[in-house]
């Protein structure tokens, strides 16, 4: 569902997820930061060295820099709250490049009168005194009041770096330290602050978002799929990046039924970042301001 239009400028969409599969095993592309309520079932998540983190009533999902591996115990149901960078810098304060790619209690995120009040959802919703369009609202009222307003300073940093992601596949590292009063030691560790990895990192992550995303589409002119080509080494490296930041490869863009990634991948999920850059735009016969 679309987010509210006081807080469109900090999230990406409100969402309910489920399955009635006993089991399933799925993988998360890297992604923004997500407030999820289990009202239904349980889920795992495998991280690195051996951290397996494990869902909740309430808790929060770091914002991922690579695709994540989990596993669904169902039936299954979810609320959840995807947040942009902008988002998550406003309700957390947190550095990506110190918190990412893990389950984040409540408390450490909102603070714990907030945290309390959103562990109350999921019991009241099984209880019935909430319906699923109320537990969405009040999952969003959470957010509206945890927002603190981020330094103009801090929004030019996000503001600029997502407009230089979105210009093209491979965008010139010098054209965003230009646009920043910035040195550029300071670009690169302001930007591992909101993002979690370096400009560098980040070219690469959105490449390969950019590459599945449109690779996943129905029908996709030669020209783009030439401009995706063109921006990897070789087929190798495609599926190798396309892995490691989606779970994905080329043949596997499409899965068969449902999937979490599908959604994930498609435009709509991507409401801070233009996947489509203005080129492949035109060559879609789509007005990039649209996409």
Not at 1 to 15: G, I, K, R, V
Not at 72 to 85: D, I
Not at 103 to 130: C, H, N, Q, Y
Not at 220 to 248: N, S
Request: charged share 25%; aromatic share 10%.
């Amino acid at each position: 569902m679309p987010a509210p239009a006081d807080l469109a400028p900090y999230l990406n969409s409100l969402y309910i997820w489920q399955t009635e599969f006993p089991t399933l095993d799925e993988v998360l592309p890297a992604y923004s930061a997500q407030m999820t309520a289990f009202v239904t079932g349980k889920a795992r998540m495998a991280f690195d060295d051996g951290i397996v983190g494990e869902t909740s009533d309430a808790f929060f999902l770091a914002p991922l820099c690579q695709a994540r591996h989990f596993s669904v115990r169902g039936p299954a149901k979810l609320f959840g709250v995807s947040l942009n960078f902008r988002g998550w810098a406003a309700l957390s304060g947190l550095s990506v490049h110190d918190h990412h790619d893990s389950f984040l209690p409540s408390e450490m995120v909102i603070g714990e009168a907030l945290a309390d009040e959103f562990a109350t959802l999921a019991p009241r919703w099984r209880k019935g005194d909430l319906d699923d369009d109320a537990f969405l609202d009040a999952m969003a009222d959470i957010v509206r009041r945890g927002i603190s307003e981020l330094p103009k300073t801090h929004l030019q940093v996000i503001d600029r770096t997502l407009e230089w992601l979105s210009s093209s596949f491979r965008p010139d590292l010098e054209s965003l330290y230009s646009t920043l009063p910035y040195s550029k030691r300071q670009v690169q560790r302001l930007v591992a602050q909101f993002f979690g990895q370096s400009p560098v990192r980040l070219v690469r992550r959105y490449r390969a978002v950019r590459a599945a995303t449109l690779l996943s589409l129905p029908a996709l002119p030669d020209e783009v799929e030439a401009d995706i080509h063109a921006a990897f080494y070789d087929q190798a490296h495609l599926i190798k990046e396309l892995r490691f930041f989606t779970g994905r490869t080329p043949k596997r863009l499409l899965p068969e039924g449902e999937s979490a990634i599908n959604e994930m991948l498609g435009p709509e999920g991507y409401s801070s970042v233009d996947l489509f850059g203005s080129s492949e735009a035109r060559q879609l016969g789509q007005d990039p301001l649209d996409c």
